[in-house]
Nanobody, 123 residues
Framework: QLQLVESGGGLVQPGGSLTLSCAAS????????IGWFQQAPGKEREGVSC????????YYTDSVKGRFTISRDNAKNTVYLQMNSLKPEDTAVYYC????????????????WGQGTQVTVSS
């Protein structure tokens, strides 16, 4: 059964770090692009970063450049989002989604989603 499961969220102080995991089952993450999206309360789900099936990191949204890093472990069939220097405006539910060969910032390019993990940045 195809499944994506996010984990690693939590409450962190400004300036802190978290690593989110997106564990896949039912398919291999190195055969598809995987995107990370964030959805803050009352806002649309927006793309944060993506890694394509060839291992290329296609994009980071401007607000996270230099602070977030996406990576993939094929052996664990998992994609990670390392988040450093966290800010209150990073507070959101973070979702991973499965795309196709390449990456897109468009939500509807991704046809399978996990349940999300909450990240709260607050002192």
């Amino acid at each position: 059964q195809l499944q994506l499961v996010e984990s690693g969220g939590g409450l962190v102080q400004p300036g802190g770090s978290l690593t989110l995991s997106c564990a896949a089952s039912g398919f291999s993450v190195n055969n598809y692009s995987i995107g990370w999206f964030q959805q803050a309360p009352g806002k649309e789900r927006e793309g944060v970063s993506c890694i394509n099936r060839y291992g290329g990191t296609n994009y980071y949204t401007d607000s996270v450049k230099g602070r977030f890093t996406i990576s993939r472990d094929n052996a664990k069939n998992t994609v990670y989002l390392q988040m450093n220097s966290l800010k209150p405006e990073d507070t959101a539910v973070y979702y991973c989604g499965r795309g196709f060969n390449y990456c897109s910032k468009l939500r509807n390019y991704y046809n399978y989603w996990g349940q999300g993990t909450q990240v709260t940045v607050s002192s």
